[in-house]
């Protein structure tokens, strides 16, 4: 089935943006944080995936410190505008000329951020998100209301056409609502990680907030090319050698068997255990789409059946009672 053609587009949130149900992630296209990256294959990998029926890039500027945006930038020069996806991207994160990365969500800092991304990407912003409330994780989310009222203006100015928030909890898109409406929040969703459902999921489809789930593979652990192999052989720099509860025992031989479960339900439609692993956060009723990263054009085929691809109740079930407990993403620091 061509993928580009049966997918069904959903508008998101309150925007009139209509995507597919997949996404190209771009934080391993950056390179510092997930080991060594070629350029060559980043572009390839994003030109697989918008041949192939996507229709929108997520980014963000802390991803190699611009490094990202740049490849974006270039991709979206030559593939031009006919074929251009929308772009998503991200601020709060900024960096130092030593590279040190602080969090900040003063208006000042929010206006240069919008601006330099422009620059890098050379192209028109679709979705503008506020990347983390506060930074470590849990800490007190002080500015968010700042940072939200320089996007709105931002957004009146036509710097960027919509504004959304990522890993948002309930209680900091309550704190910012009624200032602008919230296009879409972008939080970790996947078997492995499930406490939005707990709340979040349903407070957005309340509200009619668009949710954008990141990782529904788990960082690449559900999509049924990771052994233990090659969790070993992890480069020193990549995040997920030491910060990832996931990848390490003793939950990481639980989570393969459970995607040795996952490639036999993906075998009888020919799917692989990754595209099985984004259908499920895309049978949620409250998810708009799904980020999927991708390195290289080989692994955008590993996933690219999920855009149709979708999970029956009896399925949904035989999952449900093979998860294991949930646990976070990442560790905090």
């Known amino acids: 089935m ?7 587009k959903r508008l998101l949130g309150n925007s009139d943006l209509a995507i597919t149900p997949l996404g190209v992630g771009t934080w391993a296209i950056g390179g510092n944080e997930w080991g060594p990256q070629d350029d060559g294959a980043s572009l390839a990998a994003i030109e697989a995936a918008i041949a192939r029926g996507i229709n929108w890039v997520d980014t963000a500027p802390v991803y190699g410190l611009g490094h990202a945006e740049e490849v974006v930038g270039r991709a ?12 998503f991207t991200k601020c709060s994160f900024v960096w130092d000329e030593r590279g040190q990365v602080s969090h900040v969500l003063e208006r000042s800092s929010i206006r240069r951020e919008v601006e330099a991304s422009l620059r890098r990407l050379g192209a028109e912003i679709d ?4 990347h983390h409330p506060s930074m470590p994780p849990g800490g007190p989310a002080t500015g968010i209301e700042e940072a939200w009222e320089e996007l709105s203006r931002l957004r009146q100015e036509g710097k960027v056409r919509w504004i959304g928030v990522s890993n948002f909890e309930v209680a900091h898109m309550e704190r910012i609502a009624g200032i602008s409406p919230i296009t879409s929040l972008q939080p970790p969703y996947s078997m ?11 407070y957005c489809e309340q509200q009619g907030i668009g949710v954008l789930v990141y990782s529904p593979m788990h960082s690449g652990l559900l999509s049924g090319s990771m052994t233990r192999e090659r969790v070993a052989a992890l480069s020193s720099g990549d995040w997920r050698k030491m910060q990832a509860p996931a990848f390490q025992e003793p939950l990481l031989t639980r989570n393969l068997e459970l995607v040795e479960h996952l490639k036999v339900i993906g075998t009888r439609h020919g799917r692989s255990a990754g595209e099985v692993a984004i259908a499920w956060t895309l049978r949620h009723s409250a998810v708009t789409g799904a980020i999927a990263g991708a390195r290289s054009p080989a692994q955008v085929e590993g996933f690219i059946g999920a855009m149709d691809f979708r999970l029956s109740p009896e399925e949904v079930e035989d999952v449900a009672r ?3 407990p ?4 990442m560790l905090e620091e």
């Open 326 to 329: 949930s646990v976070p993403l």
């Open 2 to 8: 061509d993928c580009a053609n049966s997918a069904r």
């Open 192 to 202: 492995l990680t499930r406490d939005v459902e707990s709340g979040t999921l349903k």
């Open 127 to 130: 979705l503008m998100q506020i």
């Open 76 to 87: 979206l020069r030559q593939m031009g505008s006919e074929r251009r996806p929308y772009v």
């Open 322 to 324: 093979r998860l294991p």
